[in-house]
């Protein structure tokens, strides 16, 4: 494709003859761009489906444990709410909670008048936290590909643009001219591998920070729990 064609389809935005006719390296470059913007936006839709079913999930559990009387009437829904990390810490508290008390009174025998002491308050202290942790850490996966591409797609999409103006040059030294008919496939690799970078790092950039908000606030809502389930826990062990 000469340099007179080529300008014709910058013109006309004919991208694809653009695309046909890059060199082996600019494709390289656009095609690992693209296969990372799909994948992010694969992550992405991923993304707001699990949080939008956390959320979900957690509304549900949370209207029926603050209305709740005892922690036990809670255990059905928490059992189908199960997408929401509170709800995989109440279970995992409540099951910490039972073996404590069986603890207590072993041999599964009446209540003999034991009750929990500071000590077995710190260990299902201890279970909520590494549930949370556990349950954080999952909604914090593949979080790390949507940095990954925001940090380094623009990167590459510039050197994407370095080798088309190389290109561009090396058609001046070939042609002793410096004519935008000779420059013109170079340039519009260049550009092409900008647009693209840009086009796969922004979404992912965006969708980033927006998961980690979201993860942050569920965060902040488990600490808040754990201290509503101990509260709730020492309450009842009176």
């Known amino acids: 494709m000469n340099g007179l064609t080529t300008l014709i389809l910058l013109q006309t935005g004919s ?16 095609i690992a761009l693209a296969l990372m913007s799909f994948i ?21 559990f949370l209207g029926s444990f603050k209305k709740a009387a005892k922690l036990s009437d809670v255990l059905g829904q928490a059992k189908s709410n199960q997408a929401s990390p509170l709800a995989r810490m109440f279970l995992e ?7 404590l008390n069986a603890a207590k009174n072993p041999g599964g025998m009446a209540d003999t008048g034991a009750r929990l002491d500071d000590e077995d308050f710190d260990i299902l202290e201890m ?15 593949k979080n ?3 940095a990954t591409t925001g940090n380094s797609a623009p990167f590459m999409g510039l050197l994407g643009t370095v080798v088309g103006i190389m290109d561009s ?4 030294g070939e042609m002793g001219s410096a004519s935008l008919a000779v420059v013109a496939p170079g340039i519009a690799e ?17 969708a980033y920070n927006w998961a980690n908000n979201k993860t942050k606030m569920i965060n902040d809502q488990t600490s808040a ?4 389930f101990l509260a709730r826990a020492r309450k009842e062990s009176r």
């Open 15 to 30: 991208i694809w003859e653009i695309i046909s006719e890059t060199s082996p390296f600019g494709m390289f470059i656009l």
């Open 93 to 99: 508290g409540h099951a910490e909670l039972s073996s």
């Open 144 to 146: 790390i590909f949507l």
């Open 40 to 60: 992010s936006w694969v992550i992405i839709f991923a993304k707001w489906r699990q949080y939008r079913e956390v959320q979900t999930a957690g509304d549900r």
């Open 225 to 228: 729990f754990t201290l509503d």
């Open 127 to 141: 279970a909520l936290d590494r549930t949370a942790t556990e349950e954080i850490s999952k909604l914090e996966r």
């Open 169 to 172: 040059f090396w058609a001046i």
């Open 190 to 206: 260049a550009l092409l591998a900008t647009i693209v970078g840009l086009g796969a790092a922004i979404p992912a950039v965006i």
